[in-house]
């Protein structure tokens, strides 16, 4: 009804699949923060919200007569049921019912091995647009649109699948120290191109560090950045209890400061 051309809203009938993107990004978003909140009320209103932005995009879809939400459900049944064969033996919905020994191990293990399949299966499809290159990566369907720390986790993690990878966290650890002397250098040198090249290459070594310590790297950044805000209102309410302005405190207090906001627990 939003989209209808008579009796729509103006608005939702200027959308298109692209002006959808920073819309949909923000949802999700949305979605963790309520999560991390433990608000239920708030997580539900919000999954309705990321919800909406599968049907609008399958209705756009629809409208040019390219696929309806209805094909989007079947299509990840379809892949769910593919990459479970452990609760769906032979790959059908009949198959369900029948207890599987499979540890949590072994089921990443076979998605991974399942999800290389497709890949290849859909190199197959494309035909000659993917043999007219000259070299294949692994690497081609890893969208570029991701978030930095995300898109870096996931080229870490297929490199590794293909035995790029280190077997400890020591090796890692000692890599993060190496990039960071050599961005120190660049920034004794005054090479600004230099030193923001080796920034990212800390930035990539600190993501390759959370992987191979089962860490979620966006997930300990936005901790980060919590404690980070948490701690800077404490600062911030202290110094206006005092009657202080925080742009004429002293760096040496704000420290001081910032040192007992942490030992507060914040």
Same mark, same amino acid.
């Given at each position: 009804?939003?989209?209808?051309?008579?009796?729509?809203?103006?608005?939702?009938?200027?959308?298109?699949?692209?002006?959808?993107?920073?819309?949909?990004?923000?949802? @999700?978003?949305?979605?963790?923060?309520?999560?991390?909140?433990? $608000?239920? @009320?708030?997580?539900?209103?919000?999954?309705?919200?990321?919800?909406?932005?599968? @049907?609008?995009?399958?209705?756009? %879809?629809?409208?040019?007569?390219?696929? $309806?939400?209805?094909? @989007?459900?079947?299509?990840?049944?379809?892949?769910?049921?593919?990459?479970?064969?452990?609760?769906?033996? !032979?790959?059908?919905?009949?198959?369900? !019912?029948?207890? &599987?020994?499979?540890? &949590?191990?072994?089921?990443?293990?076979?998605?991974?091995?399942?999800?290389?399949?497709?890949?290849?299966?859909?190199?197959?499809?494309?035909?000659?647009?993917?043999?007219?290159?000259?070299?294949?990566?692994?690497?081609? $369907?890893?969208?570029? %649109?991701?978030? %930095?720390?995300?898109?870096?986790?996931?080229?870490?993690?297929?490199?590794?699948?293909?035995?790029?990878?280190?077997?400890?966290?020591?090796?890692?650890?000692?890599?993060?120290?190496?990039?960071?002397?050599?961005?120190?250098?660049?920034?004794?040198?005054?090479?600004?191109?230099?030193?923001?090249?080796?920034?990212?290459?800390?930035?990539?070594?600190?993501?390759?560090?959370?992987?191979?310590?089962?860490?979620?790297?966006?997930?300990?950044?936005?901790?980060?950045?919590?404690?980070?805000?948490?701690?800077?209102?404490?600062?911030?309410?202290?110094?206006?209890?005092?009657?202080?302005?925080?742009?004429?405190?002293?760096? &040496?207090?704000?420290?001081?400061?910032?040192?007992?906001?942490?030992?507060?627990?914040?």
């Amino acid at each position: 009804m939003l989209r209808d051309g008579e009796f729509g809203c103006p608005w939702d009938l200027e959308q298109s699949l692209r002006s959808l993107i920073p819309h949909t990004i923000e949802e @999700v978003y949305e979605v963790v923060d309520a999560i991390e909140r433990d $608000d239920m @009320v708030d997580l539900e209103d919000e999954l309705g919200d990321l919800l909406f932005q599968v @049907v609008f995009y399958a209705q756009i %879809a629809t409208e040019r007569e390219q696929f $309806d939400f209805d094909a @989007v459900a079947a299509a990840i049944t379809r892949k769910l049921i593919r990459r479970h064969p452990h609760v769906f033996p !032979g790959g059908t919905l009949e198959g369900f !019912g029948r207890k &599987s020994e499979i540890s &949590s191990e072994q089921v990443l293990v076979n998605w991974e091995t399942i999800k290389q399949q497709e890949r290849e299966e859909k190199r197959r499809r494309q035909g000659g647009a993917q043999e007219n290159q000259a070299q294949e990566s692994v690497l081609d $369907d890893i969208p570029k %649109a991701l978030p %930095a720390l995300e898109r870096a986790r996931k080229l870490q993690k297929r490199a590794a699948n293909y035995g790029f990878d280190w077997e400890t966290v020591g090796p890692v650890l000692a890599k993060l120290k190496e990039e960071i002397e050599e961005f120190e250098s660049a920034l004794a040198a005054g090479d600004n191109a230099h030193a923001e090249a080796e920034l990212g290459d800390i930035l990539f070594a600190s993501v390759n560090l959370a992987r191979h310590s089962g860490i979620e790297s966006e997930s300990a950044l936005r901790g980060a950045n919590k404690r980070f805000d948490a701690r800077f209102r404490w600062i911030e309410a202290r110094l206006k209890s005092q009657g202080k302005v925080l742009e004429k405190t002293e760096l &040496s207090e704000l420290e001081l400061l910032w040192q007992q906001a942490k030992a507060s627990g914040l």
